[in-house]
């Protein structure tokens, strides 16, 4: 079911007008309310009115990730307080967290992009949904349940985690509708399997994956063991939140809601825009937000784009699912971690050196950072129970600013490797 | 008397151990007793060496993170019961032995142990007072 056909099936030059309109209207926005964005583009000698076609837009200067922390709490603020109704928060990992507010409109316009893409997994106000992404400032759990309440659908808000209560509902309430992150997904597939639980006999019919990457060998292990059908969604807290993107039943690419998120490929390197198709960095455009509007985000993600119409009905440009990053950035069981804060984190632990690396993995389902550090006399002592607290604290000082857990181990000194000026920080071993 | 043992830290991988041996044999120096802590990932090797200070230095130099720790080295009666009798005294008195080992060699009837205790100068007054044999570091001299 295609839920506002109007917008989804809009012809080619319909919504490039449309596009045109909101952007133009959205840089006189931002150029009069938000002196981050007025700087910019002052630095650049670009004015609101040299916005004349959507090809303008080039002129723009980009905003990235920091911009957007340098200017915490209030900086992208391009409404007064009082008219934001809520406020969410990324990860906060890299430092600051980056800051969005949401007006009522804002609200609003986040149901109708979730409500899209529930629908495109044929989700109905008949269905019952059981949101296993977390509630609070991480926007996954909030955008599942207006995008559930606008359908009319019935939201089970049971947040993250507590595996056993979340296999209970499934079998005491068999909902048609699971959304979690894909990993979680295999977790919950794997604990199910210990309790003797049969997922045929739940009969869930779609999920809805997102928040960290995954692959086609991923969505056929989830599809094979939960018996459903996986669907990948795309979104992030600096655009919205899930909601930016997301596939049909088709399965051949994410619909971007793009009268709304207006898309565009770079090249990371140069950041020349690229023609359509090719792959490189993806940058969006929120056209039409209101609390904390977003110029050209470069979002790192690496993918391409193709407007094609899809089988399923709809026209808005498609995205590839995710094939990479253009930064160091991880992402670990959906939290996003930059080698740099675990670099920060470690050097303000007594003793500890600059010397580490990073380990990932996926165990059973789970993906596992282990931190190496070099061990230094400073950390070392003749006795094990002392070693085993060493790396007991540094564990705890990383899960209190990164929320994750991690297992550190102390390696011999030298040992991690070392290349001229940059060292080989980050080992991925996942297979996603 | 203290006695100085060398702890160093190695990894629990392949060849490591071997590499800490070689080194010390080639710079002649003799290893008299040694026991090693081992856990998944790493190990502490402890050793009391003919010449501790040399030893530090050169496996220092060699990148291994060494440590130089004091230990006890106590007479203990070989036969049943040796060890519990001096094990209860230190426990008496509140000692806390974090870990011991075994010198390879024997004194007459004793036979000598190693100990790593949480209070030091009162574990040496307690054996002193208890009438027990300490060892000096002479027992770190080549034969």
């Known amino acids: 079911m295609i839920w506002n056909p109007q917008a989804e099936k809009m012809n080619r030059d319909e919504m490039a007008a449309l596009q045109l309109s909101h952007l133009k209207n959205l840089i006189k926005r931002v150029y009069d309310n938000v002196k981050f964005y007025r700087d910019k583009m002052d630095k650049d000698g670009v004015k609101p009115d040299d916005i004349q076609k959507l090809s303008d837009i080039s002129k723009l200067p980009f905003t990235t990730k920091s911009d957007m922390r340098d200017v915490y709490p209030y900086g992208l603020f391009a409404v007064p307080i009082k008219d934001i109704v809520e406020l969410h928060m990324s990860s906060g990992t890299t430092g600051k967290p980056v800051v969005v507010g949401y007006t009522r409109n804002d609200l609003d316009l986040w149901s109708e992009v979730m409500a899209r893409a529930l629908s495109m997994g044929g989700v109905t106000k008949d269905d019952l949904v059981q949101n296993a992404y977390g509630y609070g400032l991480f926007t996954g759990g909030m955008g599942v349940h207006y995008g559930t309440n606008k359908i009319g659908a019935t939201i089970i808000p049971i947040s993250g985690g507590n595996t056993k209560k979340q296999l209970q509902v499934l079998t005491d309430f068999k909902p048609q509708v699971i959304a979690c992150t894909p990993s979680y997904s295999l977790y919950l597939a794997e604990s199910a399997r210990e309790e003797g639980i049969d997922f045929d006999k739940i009969g869930i019919r779609v999920g809805i994956f997102g928040a960290e990457p995954w692959s086609e060998g991923m969505r056929r292990e989830i599809e094979e063991k939960l018996k459903l059908k996986a669907l990948d969604i795309y979104g992030l807290t600096e655009i919205i939140g899930p909601g930016v993107a997301c596939e049909c039943e088709e399965q051949n690419m994410l619909h971007i809601s793009e009268d709304h998120f207006y898309p565009e490929i770079i090249n990371p390197e140069t950041g020349e825009v690229l023609p359509e198709g090719e792959k490189g960095e993806l940058v969006i455009t929120t056209l039409t937000k209101e609390g904390t509007p977003v110029i050209r985000y470069r979002t790192r993600d690496i993918t391409y784009l193709k407007r094609e119409k899809c089988a399923c009905g709809r026209t808005t440009i498609k995205m590839h699912r995710l094939m990479g990053r253009s930064d160091d950035m991880l992402i670990i069981r959906g939290v996003n971690v930059f080698p740099s804060q675990i670099e920060e984190i470690l050097l303000r632990i007594e003793g500890v050196e600059p010397h580490y690396q990073l380990i990932v993995d996926r165990q059973g389902q789970l993906d596992i950072l282990e931190v190496q550090v070099e061990m230094n006399e400073k950390l070392f002592s003749d006795e094990i129970k002392n070693l085993a607290n060493t790396e007991k604290m540094i564990e705890k000082e990383l899960y209190g600013m990164l929320n994750i857990h991690t297992k550190v181990n102390l390696v011999e000194p030298k040992s991690i490797p070392r290349s001229e000026g940059k060292a080989k920080r980050i080992i991925d071993k996942r297979l996603i | ?143």
């Open chain 2, 1 to 143: 008397m203290k006695l100085k043992q060398l702890s160093v830290f190695v990894e629990n991988k392949k060849g490591r151990l071997c590499d800490v041996a070689g080194i010390l044999s080639e710079n002649d120096i003799n290893i008299r007793s040694l026991s090693l802590a081992d856990t998944e990932k790493y190990g502490i090797l402890r050793m009391l060496v003919n010449d501790t200070d040399k030893a530090y230095r050169i496996l220092k130099e060699r990148n291994y993170v060494c440590q130089e720790t004091d230990v006890l080295a106590l007479e203990v009666a070989d036969r049943p019961g040796g060890l519990y009798e001096v094990l209860k005294m230190l426990d008496e008195n509140g000692i806390n032995v974090e870990y011991m080992y075994a010198f390879v060699e024997k004194r007459k009837e004793n036979a000598i142990m190693i100990f790593k205790v949480d209070i030091l100068e009162k574990a040496l007054e307690i054996a002193k007072s208890n009438k027990i044999t300490l060892v000096s570091d002479k027992i770190l001299e080549n034969i």
